[in-house]
């Protein structure tokens, strides 16, 4: 998979089967119309649900939740960087993820590791925003969508890890960073791929 700045959307058929492939993107949007309650039950669904899934998997789900929590924060700019996030990895990821799914995708070695071996940052930027996103939203009237975005982003965080761990099984996590001079003054980030 490549990072770039341009990123081709999915269809509306591509974008309504990841919907239909998973529950919790379903669960959050009904929650979030009031027509499904948001209580231990369900934030028990939610968990389970996702910490059964594959990282991979699990980004874009999480993503796909994202994209509908946002929207309950436009008004704010932390919320439109998630809402721009989760398009991207939506769009990212998911065509590639349904090809994959239905077994219309053999990656070679290099095209498998370029495409997984975004996914520890990816979920990890993702997590952070909707953390940030839940922080924002802590007034009475988005109380759903604040829960939402902390068990979302925990549940990002989680599947990073998950994510570095499957890489270092595969023998993929050779990516390092450059090293730096001794007494650098300089702080790294992971920064974004062009």
């Not at 789900?61 to 929590?69: F, H, M, T």
């Not at 070695?109 to 922080?135: C, F, Q, T, Y």
């Not at 975005?149 to 994510?163: F, S």
Request: with cysteine; net charge negative.
């Amino acid at each position: 998979m490549k990072h770039n700045a341009v990123t081709e959307e999915l269809s509306d058929r591509e974008l309504a089967a990841l919907h239909v492939r998973f529950v919790v993107p379903m669960a959050v949007a009904a929650m979030l119309r009031g027509e499904e309650p948001m209580d231990d039950v369900s934030e028990y669904m939610i968990n389970d649900i996702l910490d059964n899934l594959e990282p991979d998997t699990a980004l874009i789900c999480i993503a796909l939740c994202a994209q509908r929590v946002a929207a309950h924060a436009a008004h704010t700019a932390i919320g439109c960087a998630a809402a721009a996030e989760a398009d991207r990895i939506v769009n990212e990821y998911g065509s590639v993820w349904l090809a994959h799914e239905a077994g219309r995708m053999a990656m070679d070695d290099a095209a498998l590791r370029a495409h997984l071996s975004h996914i520890p940052e990816d979920i990890e930027s993702l997590g952070d925003l909707l953390m940030a996103v839940g922080a924002e939203l802590t007034e009475e009237t988005h109380a759903i969508p604040a829960i939402l975005c902390d068990i979302l982003g925990a549940q990002a965080h989680v599947h990073r890890e998950k994510a570095e761990i499957e890489l270092e099984r595969h023998g993929l996590s050779d990516r390092e960073l450059p090293e730096l001079s001794p007494g650098a003054n300089v702080i790294r980030f992971p920064g974004r791929r062009f």
